[in-house]
Each structure stands twice: as C-alpha cells, then as structure tokens.
C-alpha cells in the first residue's frame, strides 16, 4: 500500500465537512457535538437510525460526514495525521482516506462508517474510536495475551511491508 500525507485541498474538504456535521447536529436534532465519546456514541446512533433508509443519497452524505469527524475526533485524542492511501479500502478511485496514528498505525474511518451502515452495531464507529489508542502489535496473533491477562484486541497486523491498520 502506497501512502502519503493528504493535500492541503483534502484537509479543507475534511474540515468543512466536520464543521458542515456540526451545523446540522446543531440545528436539526439541537445537539452540539464534539471530538469526544459521547459525540461518537450518538453519531453511531444516527447511523443505527438512517442505515435502513432508502435514500443512497442522504446515506452516502452522511458517510462521508460521519468518517471525517471520526477521523478528526481519532487524531484529536490520539494525534495523527490525514493520509491518502492506495488500495481500495473504500474508494472509488482506489485511493483511500485515513488516519496514520502516532504509532504508525492506520485507521480508515470512511471504512468504518460504511461497515456501520452495512452490519449495524457490531461494527459501530465508537469501537473504532477506542481502539484506535490501542497500539497493534505486528505479528501477533489475534486474541493472545501476555501473562494470561485479557485479549490483545488485534484487527489487522499488517503484513511484512504494510502499516498495522483498523477499520
């Protein structure tokens, strides 16, 4: 996977499209949202509400809304920056947003928020947000703990060139 820093033009984009969610949030449901958990939480509720609606167009919008304010709320708390990668994660060019999180690690928020829309609550936004501050260890096998304690949560360790990333 080919991976470079966003344009400056695509982290506008990003920051009217956060700024454009907020406005809504604001004046439709009278919510203020932030970068933090409970932002996350009811924005994965927003999905949970509009995920079986027939409007592709309302949907796709708020796809794009949604995963710009995750990944801004993920480098907020983490630190991070906005990347562009190559290979379809999402993408209709191949290319892909996502977050390259101090440790190296990538998150794809976009990624997220579609598989939110697809499968519902058991791939909601809120755990991407937490498990982005979770450094990933590469090699590691899924589920295997140190001295017995709980579960290392492992999505996807990368491969022997790649970044670890999540989504």
């Not at 920051?15 to 406005?23: A, I, N, P, T």
């Not at 203020?32 to 509720?45: F, H, K, N, Q, V």
Request: charged share 25%.
């Amino acid at each position: 996977m080919s991976i470079e820093p966003l344009s400056p033009d695509g982290q506008e984009v990003v920051r009217r499209d956060c700024e454009d969610l907020k406005r809504l949030a604001r004046e439709v449901f009278r919510k203020e949202i932030c970068y933090d958990d409970a932002s996350i939480e009811w924005l994965a509720s927003v999905i949970e509400f509009s995920r079986n609606k027939p409007n592709e167009e309302v949907k796709r919008s708020l796809l794009e809304h949604i995963g710009s304010f995750l990944g801004e709320a993920i480098i907020a708390r983490y630190g991070g920056e906005w990347i562009l990668a190559q290979g379809d994660v999402l993408g209709d060019d191949g290319q892909t947003m996502g977050v390259r999180l101090p440790s190296g690690t990538i998150a794809f928020p976009y990624a997220k928020v579609y598989k939110q829309f697809k499968n519902g609550m058991a791939d909601s936004i809120g755990g991407l947000f937490k498990l982005a501050g979770v450094p990933l260890r590469r090699n590691s096998q899924p589920g295997a703990s140190p001295n017995g304690g709980p579960a290392a949560p492992v999505v996807n360790s990368g491969d022997s060139k790649g970044s670890p990333s999540v989504s």
